[in-house]
């Protein structure tokens, strides 16, 4: 990356953080581009340079959120998603260390970040970020444990909402619990005291 790329690059990270903070405060639809500007502090004709509409905005800073998640995440973790299929079925859970860890790290690493984009679901396109999930992965995989078809819409909402009240109350306590102590915590909430019991569908 050259210089001038690299400055590119900065200025639209500010932006885009920027929009973050406003947003813990205020719709999308009621930020103005002043205002975007002023918290970015840089001026309007930086803002036309980069975009043509705080649609525009909001649509790189719902990439910029998903590609900052997913970098914490190592390569191994990645690869079952790519073989849902043909892997085994010991490597399509997830609830473990191996994606726990990563998961919460970045949580406890961007508190603020994760708490707006968590409030603000509807403002940056989540819905269908996990409509997305849902159909290319997290379907094939509760088919691959033999779950019916028609119950599979509350096995992803228990889970989900159970992991987000843990994950709630944790940043009530501004993450003072250690991160291992929290996956072992959702470890257990979801598989129970005896780990064995979470491996049901894979051995039935």
Do not use: Q
Not at 61 to 80: A, E, G, I
Request: proline letters at 2%.
């Amino acid at each position: 990356m050259n210089k001038s790329e690299s400055k590119y690059f900065n200025t639209a990270i500010k932006m885009d953080l920027a929009l973050i903070s406003l947003l813990k405060n205020k719709t999308f639809e009621y930020i103005t581009i002043r205002e975007l500007c002023e918290k970015a502090e840089v001026n309007r004709s930086t803002f036309y340079l980069h975009y043509s509409n705080m649609k525009e905005l909001l649509d790189e800073t719902t990439r910029y959120l998903l590609d900052n998640f997913l970098s914490y995440f190592s390569s191994d973790t990645k690869t079952p998603i790519y073989n849902i299929t043909t892997c085994e079925n010991k490597d399509l859970i997830f609830i473990c260390d191996k994606y726990l860890k990563p998961y919460l790290t970045y949580i406890k690493e961007n508190k603020e970040v994760f708490s707006t984009a968590v409030s603000r679901m509807n403002s940056f396109g989540f819905e269908k970020v996990y409509r997305d999930l849902f159909n290319n992965i997290f379907n094939p995989i509760l088919d691959r444990f033999h779950y019916p078809a028609e119950y599979r819409k509350y096995v992803m909402m228990y889970y989900l909402n159970g992991l987000n009240a843990i994950i709630s109350e944790w940043l009530k306590e501004d993450c003072s619990r250690t991160i291992e102590e929290i996956s072992e915590i959702i470890t257990k909430c979801i598989f129970g005291l005896n780990k064995e019991c979470g491996y049901y569908y894979e051995n039935n």
